[in-house]
Structure formats: structure tokens, C-alpha cells
């Protein structure tokens, strides 16, 4: 089956809608993110200029089943549509990047242009989360040999939204396991052991948990997965956590230099960017600019350039300047 990635460029008229429709379905609907006929309306005039009523939607809906596509509707679940099976489902896509990274047979962007169409036959849900997930190849240290099914499973059920209930060592008994649900939100590898910070099923309190001690993990369907907004989760409670790193992402970027460094800065990035004078002739500059753009200039300026925040960017640009002492040191220069 094709995953037809960029196909929307050609479709602007109403022979291509069932296309498009399917297109819509696996970009935008899961189990957890149901679409309705006026929702899809909205989607297809929005990315593909198509205008269409809710006639067309049902007949293109009826298409996709006719030739094998498996929908649930709005007669199945009483909310909706939404694609039901995939080329790959959430746990096999994460078992496939696993492949692809690990595997001595293919080049570096033959690995990104693979692991890319795994990606894409995702919804963008799912995509978010995949993109997050620890994968064997980022791991330093050798880890228990059940790692790789505990990751499967946790990384599982963040892609799918759902909870997850596992034994724990009582925090008043260590020798006492109790039975826990969690709400899993991302997985976090920290000198050699393995983490999962979430939220406690219904409580939304955030946690964090060391996945060597969590035995039976299995998914729970019958308890509501909390989708809770991602700025609860306080990367500052865990001084190993930090946010994701998106080298694409623009986002405030706090630095402090001198003053003459600072009219320097706002001419390099014009955009988004205020100044706020400070004590001793220095300045506190506040700009927006995707991560990587922002790494490039600090690790060039290193001696006049003090990065603030954001912490996580803060850990990326000690992490670059560390690997690359540590390559200097190894060559003796």
C-alpha cells in the first residue's frame, strides 16, 4: 500500500475526494480522535481545496470499505469516523523505527527517509508520540534484558492513549508491591536506567517512575487516559527530565550578554526579539527562533553569550559542547 505523503499538491478537485478522504482519516483520526462529517467537510476545503457535502463524504466513506479500508462510523461507535486498522498499528511502528535505527544495513538517510514513511502511515497523534519515544539505538548502557518488552509496551500505550497498570514497591515497604495506574506520558533514559514520568490515573498528578521496578505492565482499558496539557509536566521536579529536544521548533529563547552583544543579536534575529537592561552595562534578550538556529549561534559565541532558558535547550547545548571536548580530548589537540 502506498503512503502517499504528498499527494495533496495534485488533488484540487472532487475525482481525487476519495483520495483525499482516506488521506484525511489516517492523518487525523484515531480510536481517541473521532471525526464527523463536518469536521472532515472542514479538513478536506482546508488542505485540499475541496469543497464537498455530507452526501459525498458518506459515498467516499462507502468507497473506502468497498476496496478493503477499515472505518468505523458513526453507526459502530455512535461518535463518528476514523480508521481502524493501519499498515503498521502504534506498537509495530515503534518496533520498526526500533529495526530501522539498529539495522548495520542502511545508510543514515536511508534509515530517515524509511523510518519517515513508517511515521507517516501514523496518525499525527501518533507521529507526536513516536517522535518522543526512546528507541534502543539513544540508549548508552546495556539495560535488563526485558527492557526492550517494557518499552514496547509503555511506548505502546502513550502512542494509543492508554492507561497503564503495573505493580510498585510501596514507598513505606520496599518489599511490598502495589498495584498502580498511570496515565504514561514519555519515557526517559538517565545514566543507564530507564524512567516514565505520567500522571496518576485520576488524580492528573504528575510522576515519575523507575522502569526496572515496574512489573506486569499491561494496558487498562477501563479507565480513562487523562490528556493533560504538556506545560503541567514540570520538567524542574526531576533534575534529569528535560523536554523533548526539537531541533525545528521555534520557541523563546532567553540569553544574557553585554549590551554591545545584544544590538548584535537583535540584528541577527530582527523577529520576536526584546531587550531588558540589566545590572553592570548587560542585557537579557528575549527572542523566538527554532532551537537549532539558536545552537548554531551560541556554540559560536560562546565567551559572549550566556543561554538562560529554555532548560531543556540549555541540556542540548552543554550536551554538544561535552561530546565535542570529550572527541578534542580523545585526539590529543
Given at each position: 500500500m502506498?503512503?502517499?505523503s504528498?499527494?495533496?499538491?495534485?488533488?484540487?478537485?472532487?475525482?481525487?475526494?476519495?483520495?483525499?478522504?482516506?488521506?484525511?482519516?489516517?492523518?487525523y483520526?484515531?480510536?481517541?480522535?473521532?471525526?464527523?462529517?463536518?469536521?472532515?467537510?472542514?479538513?478536506?476545503?482546508?488542505?485540499?481545496?475541496?469543497?464537498?457535502?455530507?452526501?459525498t463524504?458518506?459515498?467516499?466513506?462507502?468507497?473506502?470499505?468497498?476496496?478493503?479500508?477499515k472505518?468505523?462510523?458513526?453507526?459502530?461507535?455512535?461518535?463518528?469516523?476514523?480508521l481502524?486498522?493501519?499498515?503498521?498499528?502504534?506498537?509495530?511502528?515503534y518496533?520498526a523505527?526500533?529495526?530501522?535505527?539498529?539495522?548495520?544495513?542502511?545508510?543514515?538517510?536511508?534509515?530517515?527517509?524509511?523510518?519517515?514513511e513508517?511515521f507517516?502511515?501514523q496518525?499525527?497523534?501518533?507521529?507526536?508520540?513516536?517522535?518522543?519515544?526512546?528507541?534502543l539505538?539513544?540508549?548508552?548502557?546495556?539495560l535488563?534484558?526485558?527492557?526492550?518488552?517494557?518499552?514496547?509496551t509503555?511506548?505502546?500505550a502513550?502512542?494509543?492513549?492508554?492507561v497503564?497498570?503495573?505493580?510498585?514497591p510501596n514507598?513505606?515497604?520496599?518489599?511490598?508491591?502495589l498495584?498502580?495506574?498511570?496515565?504514561?506520558?514519555?519515557?526517559?533514559?538517565?545514566?543507564g536506567?530507564?524512567?516514565l514520568?505520567?500522571?496518576?490515573?485520576?488524580?492528573?498528578?504528575?510522576?515519575?517512575?523507575e522502569?526496572?521496578?515496574?512489573?506486569?505492565?499491561?494496558?487498562?482499558n477501563?479507565?480513562?487516559?487523562?490528556?493533560?496539557?504538556?506545560s503541567m509536566?514540570?520538567?524542574?521536579?526531576?533534575?534529569?527530565?528535560?523536554?523533548?529536544?526539537n531541533?525545528?521548533?521555534?520557541e523563546?529563547?532567553?540569553?544574557?550578554?553585554s549590551?554591545?552583544?545584544?544590538?548584535?543579536?537583535?540584528?541577527?534575529?530582527?523577529h520576536?526579539?526584546?531587550?531588558?537592561?540589566?545590572?553592570?552595562?548587560?542585557?537579557?534578550?528575549?527572542?523566538?527562533?527554532?532551537n537549532?538556529?539558536?545552537?548554531?549561534?551560541?556554540?559560536?559565541?560562546l565567551?559572549?553569550?550566556?543561554l538562560?532558558?529554555?532548560?531543556?535547550?540549555r541540556?542540548?547545548?552543554?550536551?554538544?559542547?561535552?561530546?565535542?571536548?570529550?572527541?578534542?580530548?580523545?585526539?590529543?589537540?
Open positions: 502506498l503512503f502517499l504528498s499527494y495533496n499538491y495534485y488533488m484540487r478537485d472532487k475525482k481525487s475526494s476519495p483520495l483525499a478522504t482516506y488521506l484525511i482519516l489516517r492523518d483520526s484515531d480510536e481517541s480522535h473521532i471525526l464527523t462529517q463536518n469536521e472532515i467537510a472542514e479538513i478536506m476545503e482546508r488542505d485540499y481545496g475541496i469543497t464537498l457535502d455530507r452526501r463524504i458518506y459515498r467516499n466513506i462507502e468507497l473506502l470499505q468497498e476496496y478493503g479500508c472505518v468505523s462510523t458513526y453507526e459502530e461507535n455512535k461518535k463518528g469516523y476514523y481502524k486498522q493501519r499498515v503498521f498499528s502504534p506498537d509495530e511502528a518496533l523505527c526500533n529495526l530501522i535505527r539498529t539495522t548495520p544495513y542502511l545508510s543514515a538517510s536511508d534509515k530517515k527517509r524509511v523510518e519517515q513508517v507517516q502511515s496518525s499525527t497523534y501518533t507521529r507526536k508520540e513516536l517522535a518522543r519515544a526512546i528507541y539505538n539513544t540508549l548508552t548502557q546495556e535488563p534484558p526485558d527492557t526492550l518488552r517494557k518499552m514496547r509503555i511506548n505502546g502513550i502512542a494509543s492513549r492508554k497503564i497498570s503495573f505493580d510498585y514507598k513505606q515497604n520496599k518489599k511490598e508491591y498495584r498502580r495506574f498511570c496515565s504514561p506520558y514519555q519515557l526517559i533514559h538517565y545514566r536506567k530507564l524512567f514520568t505520567g500522571f496518576k490515573s485520576l488524580e492528573n498528578v504528575p510522576v515519575c517512575l522502569v526496572s521496578k515496574m512489573l506486569n505492565i499491561r494496558r487498562d477501563t479507565i480513562p487516559y487523562e490528556c493533560p496539557d504538556e509536566m514540570d520538567y524542574d521536579v526531576y533534575p534529569f527530565a528535560s523536554k523533548p529536544f531541533s525545528a521548533e521555534r523563546e529563547t532567553v540569553m544574557r550578554c549590551r554591545e552583544k545584544g544590538e548584535e543579536i537583535v540584528e541577527f534575529f530582527p520576536e526579539t526584546t531587550v531588558e537592561q540589566l545590572e553592570n552595562d548587560n542585557v537579557l534578550i528575549r527572542t523566538k527562533v527554532q537549532e538556529v539558536a545552537l548554531k549561534y551560541l556554540l559560536e559565541n565567551q559572549e553569550v550566556e538562560i532558558a529554555p532548560k531543556h535547550l541540556n542540548e547545548l552543554i550536551s554538544r559542547i561535552a561530546a565535542a571536548y570529550m572527541l578534542y580530548s580523545k585526539q590529543g589537540i
